[in-house]
């Protein structure tokens, strides 16, 4: 494809000498289907364009034509790499539209399930970063810990990857001893191996000279660009949506915020390997303490699928079903608009929805952590070298089933 | 309470304003006329620093709308912790409305990809190009117009042989 004008901005004559380097869509360094054309003076970028949408699939609009429970299948696809926590984000969100109140086993089932999906989240991330500038046993021991939480979700509800876990008021099955041993387990063993990582990459000259003080981004620059989660973070922006507007259970738990002064990539992988100590915090709080009860909202209240059980041996559950699944009939939703976000393990993870009455949403707005974060990068990268291109992405954590949506 | 003070003070400073709430959110409706000198004064004056999203609805087919499309801008405060939602009410065909990157940089690709999506036009933005879309699409498909299935798909596209491009 040729280039116009206005992609690789090359309107000054001077500048001629500069060398425009296509990287991406398909480049293994990218990880996704990214595009940046970037803009070399010897070794030194001096400008980068950021192409997306290679990887847009209408999700927005697939919203307007699926109901509440069959859309959470999409989310699974936008951040793939860690589908709870998407799962949680637009159940939350529709939940906030129909003003549900979750049952106090929900939103702790919830609420560790977001945590694991974070830790995984995380793991990849650090993992890809620190494969990028050449550490691949680190990798290795990222993607190791990533498949036992894959297991864990396995257990719990059947699948490993796009778990669709949860559904209005409830989630699909409730939590198995299995399942709690499991986490158990990976609660106690997994501090071995992030003690390990850390040990790894924390004070290695390598990894650390290559980000320490490369893309750096400053608080009033990170508020003001619209970013969120660890990369703000890094910046000294002490903002956390699980401790600033508390959903869920958070309320209950014992954790910190973890932030960074410096603002470079060195920082967001910091804060990111610090956010999986806090949230393994929360993980064995929360499992240890799962209160008893029924974990979806009741039958009467038309908000949730009743179980199989119920809908065979309850007239009750029979007709909730068929109240809820009937083309006609489903769930009482008011003619309103609310947006509501969670923090998913890369930032701000809202849906902006508006209803009309209908089972379907009018709109379902997603407003996606990446996008606003790879915005961010030609700044970022101004002034580098070339192979700090993959350390600034990998920092960034930009996954572009998200990105494009 | 910090975000009543801030709505009563929009209330005096920009007469016409419709004020709602729903589930604790707050939410103020603006025309088009006043619409950045709100935006600057939530800014400047009321410490709402960041532009969590800007987005669109097409109301085209929903029930007792009068008008056609609902420009959503969510604010935050990263001081207060407060929320607030701004909307700005859209009819054809003056679908143009002035840029908020000036004020938050972050509206960059947000207002990019309103345009894209709905063909809302911002005057003053740095590069209004197509973001998601390529650059040779010509509907805006979250339009309400526009329908799920059977227009702009793969096989409508020009085939192009190499050399071409």
Known sequence: ?405 | MALTDTITALQSDFGDLVLSEFRGQHRVTVCRAQMYDLLQALKVQHAFDMLVDVTCVDYLHYRGATDRFGLVYLLASTSTNARLTVRVLLNEPELTVPSVTPLWEGGNWLEREVWDMFGIRFDGHPDLRRILLPDEFTAHPLRKDYPLQGRGERHNFPVLARGDA
């Not at chain 1, 065979?312 to 947006?339: D, S, W």
């Not at chain 1, 992405?393 to 990105?403: D, Q, T, V």
Request: net charge negative.
């Open chain 1, 1 to 405: 494809m040729s280039l116009t004008a206005a992609e690789v901005r090359t309107d000054d004559q001077e500048q001629d000498y500069l060398w425009t380097l296509n990287f991406g869509p398909q480049h293994p360094a990218t990880h996704t289907t990214l595009r940046i054309i970037l803009k070399l003076d010897g070794e030194r970028v001096v400008d980068a364009g950021p192409e997306i949408g290679y990887l847009h699939s209408g999700f927005e609009k697939l919203g307007e034509h699926l109901d509440f429970n069959q859309y959470v299948t999409v989310t699974d696809r936008m951040n793939y790499i860690s589908p709870m926590a998407n799962n949680v984000a637009w159940h939350h969100a529709v939940e906030t539209l129909l003003g549900i109140e979750l049952t106090p086993r929900c939103n702790y089932i919830r609420t560790v399930i977001a945590e694991l999906a974070r830790i995984s989240d995380h793991l990849l991330s650090v993992g890809a970063m620190g494969l990028d500038t050449g550490a691949f046993t680190f990798f290795l021991y990222a993607f190791y810990q990533r498949e036992l939480i894959y297991n864990i979700f396995e257990t719990l509800c059947g699948a490993r990857f796009t778990n669709s876990y949860t559904r209005v008021g409830g989630v699909m099955h409730d939590i198995t001893p299995l399942t709690v041993e499991k986490i158990r387990t990976f609660v106690s063993e997994f501090p071995k191996t992030l003690n390990d990582m850390e040990r790894l990459l924390n004070r290695n000259r390598i990894f650390v000279e290559r980000t320490k003080d490369v893309g750096v981004l400053h608080r009033d620059d990170a508020i003001n660009l619209s970013c969120s989660g660890p990369i703000a973070r890094a910046s000294g922006v002490t903002r956390d949506l699980r401790k600033d507007e508390p959903y869920l259970a958070y309320d209950d738990f014992d954790f910190q915020v973890c932030c960074a002064q410096a603002g470079d990539c060195f920082a967001r992988y910091y804060v990111r390997m610090a956010e999986m100590w806090e949230s393994l915090k929360i993980v064995e709080q929360a499992v240890e303490n799962i209160p008893a009860g029924p974990v979806n909202v009741g039958v009467d209240e038309r908000a949730t699928l009743p179980s199989k059980d119920q809908v065979y041996q309850t007239i009750e559950g029979t007709i909730t079903h068929f109240e809820l699944v009937m083309a006609n009939r489903g769930f009482q939703v008011p003619c309103e608009e609310a947006y509501s976000a969670t923090e998913a393990p890369n930032g701000e993870l809202g849906f902006y929805l508006v209803s009309d009455g209908s089972n379907v949403a009018y709109r379902a707005r997603c407003r996606p952590p990446s996008f606003l974060h790879f915005a961010l990068f030609p700044q970022l990268i101004r002034g580098h070298t070339l192979s700090d291109v993959v350390a600034v992405l990998g920092s960034l954590n930009i996954i572009a089933a998200e990105l494009d949506r």
